[in-house]
């Protein structure tokens, strides 16, 4: 009788070339810094320009929103051994803000609110998004009485700033780890085009929805609506970790009911009785849109699979 082949006489060959393919394949021009980012968008860009080079470390990695993360030890001890440290700012990450003041010595502090080729929005008040007095916002000094001056730190939801964030990122990595500076130039180049497209690609989706009136749960959208000129008329709850008032859930339902809102969007990690109530006796239809990617893998495709999500879900509920 033949004695079986296995193939496992050829196995430390493949072994072999495997591990030979595996070095060249994650041997950078020289060791990645150790970067760590916060949130998934930004994280998507900061990926895309150390492709090939590293992976950076992401704080709020799974399904919880950013508005109500709490820093886990894990967190801390990535922070700890960070060379840059990526965030929007005290205005969005505020379970941060300590934490980072901790590591003025060892780490390199991006706060992405503060670079002068971001565009950054006031945080919008006044008829339906103004908040009341039992729904504090969610900027950490907001409910310590602070009001009009405060800004909005969704600015990922422009791909114009997604843009300026991917070339702060090349260069300030750059800065850190000089031996692998063409690479992150020419990865920042190459994503900056790929921004543009996404950006043609949305207009041309989201120019036709310019007049239909919507309500989205929390006030989330305002980079993304200037942008494509979108009819978003109000917000649900201001900051999501503050359950609005009953009050303010009437205001809405009026408002939606008066302007013939197609749509109220809601959030996948919030549940859906608010916006049951929102939409109960009008002609506006419930849907859903993640404007934090809670629910999408962290990566480079993340930024663009969440902004065509986005689209997705505006035009399959507002297009009918
Ligand atoms: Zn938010």
Redesign the pocket.
Known sequence: MLPMKTGSDRRPWRHALLSLALCFAVSPAAAAPDVVVSIKPVHSLIAGVMAGVGNPALIVAGST???VYALRPSDAQRLASARLVFWIGPIFESFLVTPLAALANTAEIVELDRAPAIELLPAREGGPWEPHADEPG?RPDSGRGAASNEMDG?LWLDPANAKAITAIAASRLAAVDPANAVRYRENAATLIRQLDGLDAALEERLWPLRERPFVVF?D?YQYLTRRYDLAAVGSITVS?EHPPSARRIEAIHAKVASLHARCVFREPQFAPHLVDTVIAGTTAQAAVLD??GTELPPGTALYFTLMTGLADGLVNCLDR
């Open positions: 929103s950013p508005h969610h969704h929390h989330a999501p404007p934090e």
